[in-house]
């Protein structure tokens, strides 16, 4: 069975950065979407960016484009979210989670790291 541990959360000030790391492990996930979402309390969980990994092509949701980067280490098996010129708005859980080629959902997902930002 996969897995996935992120890592690399914590409090940073507004303007601040932070690079969130995802370890995989237990299963193959070279040609697997690998995803990054979060969610703030009250809110719903929205998609934050993702990545294909055989290909490395990209996508980020309009409120992260410009600040984020996710990119992925292939020898470590493990995926980042580099977080710059954060904002108070970005405080939230952060999830990593993977999809396989034939899937329209997720099928792994990790505990999630808390990201604080104070303002």
């Known amino acids: 069975q996969g897995q996935l541990v992120e890592s690399g959360g914590g409090l940073v000030q507004a303007g601040g950065s932070l690079r969130l790391s995802c370890a995989a492990s237990?299963?193959?996930?070279?040609?697997?979407?690998m995803g990054w979402f979060r969610q703030a309390p009250g809110k719903e969980r929205e998609f934050v960016a993702v990545?294909?990994?055989?290909?490395?092509?990209?996508a980020y949701a309009d409120s992260v484009k410009g600040r984020f980067t996710i990119s992925r280490d292939n020898a470590k098996n493990t995926v980042y979210l580099q977080m710059n010129s954060l904002k108070p708005e970005d405080t939230a859980v952060y999830y990593c989670?993977?999809?396989?080629?034939?899937?329209?959902?997720?099928?792994?997902w990790g505990q999630g790291t808390q990201v604080t930002v104070s303002s």
């Open positions: 989670a993977a999809r396989s080629p034939a899937a329209f959902e997720y099928d792994y």
């Open positions: 237990g299963r193959t996930f070279s040609r697997y979407a």
């Open positions: 990545i294909i990994w055989s290909t490395g092509n990209t």
